[in-house]
């Protein structure tokens, strides 16, 4: 099954007045490991954003993250999907949209998350396992953040 997400931005006539920039199916749509796709349906870089002008920032590729910048990003995990574990340099906010996943921490905790659950990932190694018998799917937003600190030293992004 491949991953069909509508994406609707909006944005500014040149007078002032709110209008839609997009609404089509995202055509940017990966697959970087089996049993996992996914596509980035916007993308911003420095704070504040700047919603002047208009620019589809997802036409190019991107890493799991933006340097000073977020992420908006909608993931299909089929059940086995390949293990990926990792750690970001950012403060991820996710909510399951269907289908339900397993969260592994690197400490052997695991934490089932189901349709309307939603997540705060704060820097930690994680592996998203999928258990189950349905695809699951995910709404994430990554949000530039500092490596967290542990004994004085940074736990920089892996995997």
């Given at each position: 099954m491949?991953?069909?997400?509508?994406?609707v931005v909006t944005g500014h006539t040149k007078d002032g007045h709110a209008k839609v920039e997009i609404d089509e199916i995202a055509k940017n749509v990966i697959s970087n490991r089996p049993g996992a796709s996914s596509c980035v349906l916007w993308s911003t870089k420095g704070f504040p954003v700047d919603n002047?002008?208009?620019?589809?920032?997802?036409?190019?590729s991107f890493k799991t993250t933006v340097e000073n910048g977020t992420?908006?990003?909608i993931v299909?995990?089929?059940?086995?999907?390949?293990?990926?574990?990792?750690?970001?340099?950012?403060?991820?906010?996710?909510i399951v949209i269907?289908?339900?996943?397993?969260?592994?921490?690197?400490d052997g905790v695991v934490v089932?998350?189901?349709a309307g659950d939603a997540l705060v990932q704060r820097g930690t190694i994680h592996?998203?396992?999928n258990n189950g018998t349905e695809d699951c799917v995910?709404?994430?937003?990554?949000?530039?953040?500092?490596?967290?600190?542990?004994?004085?030293?940074?736990?920089?992004?892996?995997?």
């Open positions: 491949s991953l069909t997400i509508r994406r002047d002008g208009f620019d589809d920032p997802t036409t190019g992420v908006f990003r299909r995990y089929e059940p086995g999907v390949t293990p990926r574990n990792h750690r970001t340099d950012s403060i991820d906010y996710a269907s289908g339900q996943i397993d969260m592994e921490l690197d089932t998350l189901k592996n998203w396992v995910i709404a994430f937003v990554l949000i530039s953040g500092k490596p967290v600190t542990a004994n004085g030293k940074p736990l920089t992004a892996v995997g």
